[in-house]
Structures are given as C-alpha cells and as structure tokens.
C-alpha cells in the first residue's frame, strides 16, 4: 500500500488549509484511513479517522467542530479540511492506512502503512 499526503502549508491562525491523502493498493477499499500528526518533540498524536464505508469519522476533542475528515471512495482518497487553524496546529501531518480493520484506531502502533507527511505550519 502506497501513501501519500499533501495540502500542507504556512497559514495565519484562524485561516484554513485542506489536506489529502491518496492510498493505493489491491484492497484500498478496506482499509481505515486516519490523521495523525506530530510536532517537533512530541509522539504522534490522533487527529481523525472515518471508516472504510465512510460512514463513520471520528476526532480528538482539540480539532472536533474545526476540523472534517471526509474519503472519495472512487478517487481512492481521504480528505481532511482544518478550518479555524490555531498556532498549535503546527505538526506534520501524517495519513496512516489500517488492513486489519474497517476504522481505524488512536493508536500510531496500529498502522501498517504511513506516507511521509506534510507539514502544517500555523503563524499569528
């Protein structure tokens, strides 16, 4: 399975940013898809996740009613829109594929496959 991120950037706080996540593979259509991220000097962190169907997402309470995750099953891709961004936002971001399970876990150690990240920097 292949990762891959992008959308991240350098925003003033409060403004927004969208970030994507393409996963390919034999069997994308099962795998749970999740957000992570990670600043300087700290372990990943859950950010979001939404079920292989869709149909379920759930957030950590920092980023719940400012941030969506979303996939587009036909494009093989995991949308995530940071809107009201704040100065500590700032990490890369990490998307991160599960084979085991239908959505995904909090847990970093749970994920077989991660891309390389894009980094998110939020200024005042």
């Known amino acids: 399975v292949n990762v891959v991120e992008s959308g991240g950037g350098l925003v003033q706080a409060g403004h927004s940013l969208r970030l994507s996540c393409a996963a390919s593979?034999?069997?994308?259509?099962?795998?749970?898809l999740t957000w992570f991220r990670q600043a300087p000097g700290k372990e990943h962190e859950f950010v979001a996740a939404?079920?292989?169907?869709?149909?379920?997402?759930y957030y950590t309470d920092s980023v719940k009613g400012r941030f969506t995750i979303s996939r587009d099953v036909a494009k093989n891709t995991v949308y995530l829109q940071l809107n009201s961004l704040k100065l500590e936002d700032t990490a890369v971001y990490y998307c991160?594929?599960?084979?085991?399970?239908?959505?995904?876990?909090?847990?970093?150690?749970?994920?077989?496959?991660w891309g390389q990240g894009t980094q998110v920097t939020v200024s005042s």
């Open positions: 593979g034999p069997t994308y259509r099962t795998y749970a």
């Open positions: 939404i079920s292989a169907s869709g149909a379920t997402t």
């Open positions: 991160a594929a599960d084979e085991a399970r239908s959505l995904g876990t909090t847990d970093w150690s749970d994920y077989d496959y």
